[in-house]
C-alpha cells in the first residue's frame, strides 16, 4: 500500500483532542470523537491492506493477525507493565482489586466488556481508572476477529457483492446504535455492534477510493471541518455513537477520500509536527490515560491544568520512546525482534498468561491487601461491614430463629431486628449494646430484602424476598419477641420502578398505593401482637466508596479526612422513604432519624465521614464506628419511650 502522510496527520488530529479532553482542557469538550476518527481509519488502511493483498493473491490469514500483533501488543504490554508498580505503591484495595480485574480483560481482548460492566466512561471516578482506555483496543481487536473473515468469504463467492454487504452491514450496525443510544446508551458506547459502522465507513471509503487519485480542496476542507466542529461544540451528553456521529465519521471520510497531496488539508497534515505525532499516536493514546489516572490518584486535590498540560508533554516524550525502542523494532522487515512467528506466539502467550495469573490474584485477594502500609491496611479492616448470618437465596429460613443468628440468647427477653443488608451492617453494635442491657438479639436479614412482606423488588437476587419476609412476620407474630427493629436501604426499595406483588409483577400507576398499603400491613401486624416497632429511617449515603477514599486520603497525606454532601441533597434524596416510613400511626411504632448524627455538625451538610471517623462502608452501609452511632441514637429513642410495660409494649412518648 502507498504511504499517505496526510494520513499520520489525521491520526495526530484525533488523538490530541482525545488526551486534551481527558487532561481536563473543556475547550476540548469533544475531543473523545478522536476514537471515531481512528475507528474510521483503521477500517480504512485495514479494508485497503486485505484488498491489495487478495487482487495480488498474497493474503494470509495468520500473516495479517501476526501483523496486528506486532502492531498492538508490545508497546501495550510495556505501559501496562510500567503501571504496575504505581498501582501497587498508590492504590486503595478495592481499585487495585478493579486494576487487577482490568488486567484480566485487557489480556482477553474485553475491556469494553469490563467497564461497560464497572462503570460508565464519562463517570468522574473513571479518571482515576489507569487501563480505562482500552476498551477501545478492545473493540479494534473485536472488529479484526470478524471482518477479515467477512472479506475472505465474500472474496470467494461474491466479490463484486462486497461493497453493497459492507454498505448493508454499516447502515444496520449505524440504526442499531442511534437506537441504542436512547434505550442502552452505556452498552451502546462501548460494545462492537454500535461501532462497526465506523470501522465500516472507512472500509467503505477504502473501496469506494478504487481508481480516485484526484484530491478536492473543498470537500477535504469540509471534511476536517466537521472532524474540528465536533471536537469543539460536543460535549459528553452528545449521544455517541448515533447518527450524530456521522458527523465526525463522514468527515473523516472525506478527509481519507479527497485529502490528496496539492490540497490543502493534506498540505497542514502533511507537516513535520502533524507526521510526527501521528506516527506516534498509538503510543501516546496508551500512555495518556495512566499518567492523567496516578496523577489525579495520588494528588489530594484534582491536579490543575498546568500538571496536566506537563504530563500531556510527557506522554508524547514517552510516546517517543516507545514508538522508537519498542514500536519500530518488532514491525520492522529486517532485523526485526522475535522474527519467528513461533517465537512471538510464545512470547505473547507467556506475558498474557503472567498478566491474567497476577489479575487473578488481585481480585482473590481483594486488591492484595498486605502491599500497603500498616496504618491503610488496619484502617481498611476496621471499617468494612457484617455480613455475618446475612442470607442469600432462598435456603436459611426454613425454620426460624435462624440457627447462629441470636446473640446473647441467654438473656430472658430477646429483640429482633428485621431487614436486608444494611440491617445487617447494624446487627453487631445493637447486640452489643443490648447485652449490656441484658437482652438478646435476633438477626432476620436478608440480601436485597427491605422488611415488606409479599413485596420483592424484581432484579434476581430479591425473588424470594416476599415470601421470606412474609415468613419472618410471622413468626415474629407467634414468637416471644416483643421489640421489632426495621432496617433497610430504604431509598433503594421505595423508588423501583417494578416490583413483584405475591409474584406478580407490576409496574403500574397504582404501585405506590400498594406498595404503601403492604408496608403498612407489615406493620401493622406485628404492632398488632403487641410487639413494639422500631423503623430506622434512611441515613446519608456515598456516590463512592467512603471508607476507600478516607483511606486514599490518608495515603496521600490528609490523617483525618472529612467527607460530606449537601443536606439539602440528602433529604431531597430521602423524601419518598420518608412518605412511605411516616405513614403508619400505630402508637407502638417508634422512628430513629440517623440525620440527627451525621447532618448538621455544620449548617448545610451531612458528614459520612468525620475527621477520619467513617460512618459509611461503601457507599450505603454502616462501618464498626456508624452503626455505633446509629446504635446510640436508637438507646436514645427506647429510653424516651418512658410508658414501656413490663412485656415491652410501648407508645411514643410526648415528646
Given at each position: 500500500?502507498?504511504?499517505?502522510?496526510?494520513?499520520?496527520?489525521?491520526?495526530?488530529?484525533?488523538?490530541?483532542?482525545?488526551?486534551?479532553?481527558?487532561?481536563?482542557?473543556?475547550?476540548?469538550?469533544?475531543?473523545?470523537?478522536?476514537?471515531?476518527?481512528?475507528?474510521?481509519?483503521?477500517?480504512?488502511?485495514?479494508?485497503?491492506?486485505?484488498?491489495?493483498?487478495?487482487?495480488?493473491?498474497?493474503?494470509?490469514?495468520?500473516?495479517?493477525?501476526?501483523?496486528?500483533?506486532?502492531?498492538?501488543?508490545?508497546?501495550?504490554?510495556?505501559?501496562?507493565?510500567?503501571?504496575?508498580?504505581?498501582?501497587?505503591?498508590?492504590?486503595?484495595?478495592?481499585?487495585?482489586?478493579?486494576?487487577?480485574?482490568?488486567?484480566?480483560?485487557?489480556?482477553?481482548?474485553?475491556?469494553?466488556?469490563?467497564?461497560?460492566?464497572?462503570?460508565?466512561?464519562?463517570?468522574?471516578?473513571?479518571?482515576?481508572?489507569?487501563?480505562?482506555?482500552?476498551?477501545?483496543?478492545?473493540?479494534?481487536?473485536?472488529?479484526?476477529?470478524?471482518?477479515?473473515?467477512?472479506?475472505?468469504?465474500?472474496?470467494?463467492?461474491?466479490?463484486?457483492?462486497?461493497?453493497?454487504?459492507?454498505?448493508?452491514?454499516?447502515?444496520?450496525?449505524?440504526?442499531?446504535?442511534?437506537?441504542?443510544?436512547?434505550?442502552?446508551?452505556?452498552?451502546?458506547?462501548?460494545?462492537?455492534?454500535?461501532?462497526?459502522?465506523?470501522?465500516?465507513?472507512?472500509s467503505i471509503g477504502s473501496v469506494q477510493l478504487k481508481g480516485q487519485k484526484r484530491g478536492s480542496d473543498p470537500l477535504s476542507f469540509l471534511g476536517f471541518g466537521m472532524i474540528?466542529?465536533?471536537?469543539?461544540?460536543?460535549?459528553?451528553?452528545?449521544?455517541?455513537?448515533?447518527?450524530?456521529?456521522?458527523?465526525?465519521?463522514?468527515?473523516?471520510?472525506?478527509?481519507?477520500?479527497?485529502?490528496?497531496?496539492?490540497t490543502w488539508v493534506a498540505a497542514l497534515l502533511s507537516t513535520r509536527v502533524f507526521i510526527m505525532v501521528g506516527q506516534i499516536s498509538y503510543s501516546a493514546y496508551l500512555w495518556?490515560?495512566?499518567?492523567?489516572?496516578?496523577?489525579?490518584?495520588?494528588?489530594?486535590?484534582?491536579?490543575?491544568?498546568?500538571?496536566?498540560?506537563?504530563?500531556?508533554?510527557?506522554?508524547?516524550?514517552?510516546?517517543?520512546?516507545?514508538?522508537?525502542?519498542?514500536?519500530?523494532?518488532?514491525?520492522?522487515?529486517?532485523?526485526?525482534?522475535?522474527?519467528?512467528?513461533?517465537?512471538?506466539?510464545?512470547?505473547?502467550?507467556?506475558?498474557?498468561?503472567?498478566?491474567?495469573?497476577?489479575?487473578?490474584?488481585?481480585?482473590?485477594?481483594?486488591?492484595?491487601?498486605?502491599?500497603?502500609?500498616?496504618?491503610?491496611?488496619?484502617?481498611?479492616?476496621?471499617?468494612?461491614?457484617?455480613?455475618?448470618?446475612?442470607?442469600?437465596?432462598?435456603?436459611?429460613?426454613?425454620?426460624?430463629?435462624?440457627?447462629?443468628?441470636?446473640?446473647?440468647?441467654?438473656?430472658?427477653?430477646?429483640?429482633?431486628?428485621?431487614?436486608?443488608?444494611?440491617?445487617?451492617?447494624?446487627?453487631?453494635?445493637?447486640?452489643?449494646?443490648?447485652?449490656?442491657?441484658?437482652?438478646?438479639?435476633?438477626?432476620?436479614?436478608?440480601?436485597?430484602?427491605?422488611?415488606?412482606?409479599?413485596?420483592?423488588?424484581?432484579?434476581?437476587?430479591?425473588?424470594?424476598?416476599?415470601?421470606f419476609n412474609a415468613a419472618a412476620i410471622d413468626y415474629l407474630v407467634k414468637s416471644k419477641v416483643k421489640t421489632v427493629f426495621l432496617a433497610a436501604s430504604w431509598k433503594i426499595?421505595?423508588?423501583?420502578?417494578?416490583?413483584?406483588?405475591?409474584?406478580?409483577?407490576?409496574?403500574?400507576?397504582?404501585?405506590?398505593?400498594?406498595?404503601?398499603?403492604?408496608?403498612?400491613?407489615?406493620?401493622?401486624?406485628?404492632?398488632?401482637?403487641?410487639?413494639?416497632?422500631?423503623?430506622?429511617?434512611?441515613?446519608?449515603?456515598?456516590?463512592?466508596?467512603?471508607?476507600?477514599?478516607?483511606?486514599?486520603?490518608?495515603?496521600?497525606?490528609?490523617?483525618?479526612?472529612?467527607?460530606?454532601?449537601?443536606?439539602?441533597?440528602?433529604?431531597?434524596?430521602?423524601?419518598?422513604?420518608?412518605?412511605?416510613?411516616?405513614?403508619?400511626?400505630?402508637?407502638?411504632?417508634?422512628?430513629?432519624?440517623?440525620?440527627?448524627?451525621?447532618?448538621?455538625?455544620?449548617?448545610?451538610?451531612?458528614?459520612?465521614?468525620?475527621?477520619?471517623?467513617?460512618?459509611?462502608?461503601?457507599?450505603?452501609?454502616?462501618?464498626?464506628?456508624?452503626?455505633?452511632?446509629?446504635?446510640?441514637?436508637?438507646?436514645?429513642?427506647?429510653?424516651?419511650?418512658?410508658?414501656?410495660?413490663?412485656?415491652?409494649?410501648?407508645?411514643?412518648?410526648?415528646?
Amino acid at each position: 500500500m502507498i504511504y499517505r502522510r496526510e494520513i499520520d496527520g489525521l491520526r495526530a488530529a484525533a488523538v490530541m483532542p482525545v488526551i486534551l479532553f481527558h487532561a481536563g482542557f473543556s475547550f476540548f469538550s469533544g475531543g473523545f470523537i478522536g476514537v471515531d476518527v481512528f475507528f474510521v481509519i483503521s477500517g480504512f488502511l485495514i479494508t485497503s491492506i486485505i484488498l491489495e493483498e487478495m487482487r495480488n493473491g498474497t493474503f494470509s490469514l495468520a500473516a495479517f493477525y501476526e501483523r496486528r500483533a506486532r502492531r498492538i501488543l508490545p508497546a501495550l504490554f510495556l505501559v501496562v507493565l510500567c503501571c504496575l508498580p504505581f498501582a501497587w505503591l498508590w492504590v486503595m484495595q478495592e481499585e487495585f482489586r478493579a486494576f487487577s480485574d482490568s488486567l484480566i480483560a485487557t489480556s482477553l481482548s474485553g475491556a469494553n466488556f469490563l467497564f461497560w460492566f464497572k462503570s460508565g466512561y464519562f463517570a468522574p471516578e473513571a479518571a482515576e481508572v489507569p487501563l480505562l482506555h482500552i476498551w477501545s483496543l478492545a473493540v479494534e481487536e473485536q472488529y479484526y476477529m470478524f471482518f477479515p473473515l467477512l472479506v475472505i468469504f465474500m472474496w470467494k463467492r461474491k466479490p463484486s457483492w462486497l461493497f453493497a454487504v459492507l454498505v448493508a452491514i454499516a447502515l444496520a450496525s449505524l440504526a442499531y446504535s442511534e437506537w441504542a443510544s436512547r434505550v442502552f446508551p452505556s452498552a451502546n458506547f462501548y460494545f462492537l455492534p454500535s461501532r462497526a459502522w465506523e470501522f465500516l465507513a472507512g472500509s467503505i471509503g477504502s473501496v469506494q477510493l478504487k481508481g480516485q487519485k484526484r484530491g478536492s480542496d473543498p470537500l477535504s476542507f469540509l471534511g476536517f471541518g466537521m472532524i474540528a466542529f465536533s471536537i469543539f461544540y460536543f460535549d459528553e451528553t452528545s449521544p455517541i455513537p448515533s447518527t450524530l456521529a456521522l458527523v465526525p465519521v463522514v468527515g473523516a471520510m472525506l478527509v481519507l477520500l479527497y485529502a490528496r497531496q496539492g490540497t490543502w488539508v493534506a498540505a497542514l497534515l502533511s507537516t513535520r509536527v502533524f507526521i510526527m505525532v501521528g506516527q506516534i499516536s498509538y503510543s501516546a493514546y496508551l500512555w495518556h490515560q495512566p499518567l492523567f489516572a496516578f496523577a489525579r490518584i495520588r494528588s489530594i486535590d484534582p491536579p490543575p491544568l498546568t500538571a496536566m498540560g506537563v504530563l500531556t508533554w510527557l506522554s508524547l516524550v514517552l510516546a517517543y520512546v516507545s514508538w522508537r525502542f519498542v514500536e519500530q523494532p518488532f514491525r520492522r522487515g529486517e532485523r526485526r525482534l522475535l522474527p519467528s512467528t513461533r517465537g512471538l506466539v510464545a512470547s505473547v502467550s507467556l506475558v498474557l498468561a503472567a498478566f491474567i495469573a497476577f489479575g487473578i490474584y488481585g481480585h482473590d485477594t481483594r486488591g492484595i491487601p498486605w502491599r500497603l502500609p500498616a496504618p491503610i491496611k488496619e484502617f481498611m479492616a476496621n471499617n468494612g461491614w457484617s455480613k455475618t448470618c446475612l442470607l442469600e437465596g432462598a435456603s436459611g429460613w426454613e425454620t426460624m430463629p435462624i440457627q447462629g443468628c441470636v446473640f446473647n440468647g441467654s438473656h430472658a427477653q430477646t429483640y429482633a431486628i428485621l431487614g436486608d443488608s444494611l440491617a445487617s451492617s447494624l446487627t453487631p453494635a445493637l447486640a452489643k449494646r443490648l447485652d449490656g442491657m441484658n437482652i438478646g438479639l435476633q438477626q432476620i436479614t436478608h440480601s436485597f430484602c427491605a422488611p415488606v412482606a409479599d413485596v420483592s423488588m424484581v432484579p434476581h437476587q430479591a425473588r424470594d424476598c416476599g415470601a421470606f419476609n412474609a415468613a419472618a412476620i410471622d413468626y415474629l407474630v407467634k414468637s416471644k419477641v416483643k421489640t421489632v427493629f426495621l432496617a433497610a436501604s430504604w431509598k433503594i426499595f421505595f423508588e423501583q420502578s417494578r416490583y413483584r406483588f405475591r409474584g406478580e409483577e407490576v409496574a403500574t400507576s397504582d404501585v405506590g398505593q400498594r406498595l404503601r398499603d403492604a408496608f403498612d400491613k407489615s406493620v401493622g401486624e406485628l404492632t398488632s401482637a403487641g410487639i413494639r416497632v422500631v423503623i430506622i429511617y434512611p441515613h446519608p449515603r456515598g456516590e463512592t466508596e467512603i471508607a476507600a477514599k478516607v483511606a486514599k486520603l490518608m495515603h496521600k497525606g490528609t490523617p483525618e479526612p472529612t467527607i460530606t454532601i449537601a443536606q439539602d441533597e440528602f433529604l431531597q434524596q430521602s423524601a419518598p422513604s420518608y412518605a412511605y416510613l411516616d405513614d403508619p400511626k400505630d402508637r407502638h411504632v417508634l422512628r430513629v432519624d440517623p440525620a440527627r448524627i451525621f447532618c448538621g455538625m455544620e449548617a448545610g451538610r451531612c458528614d459520612l465521614a468525620r475527621e477520619g471517623k467513617t460512618f459509611i462502608s461503601d457507599k450505603v452501609h454502616f462501618t464498626p464506628v456508624g452503626a455505633d452511632a446509629v446504635t446510640d441514637e436508637i438507646m436514645v429513642t427506647l429510653g424516651r419511650d418512658h410508658m414501656a410495660d413490663p412485656n415491652g409494649m410501648a407508645a411514643l412518648s410526648s415528646d
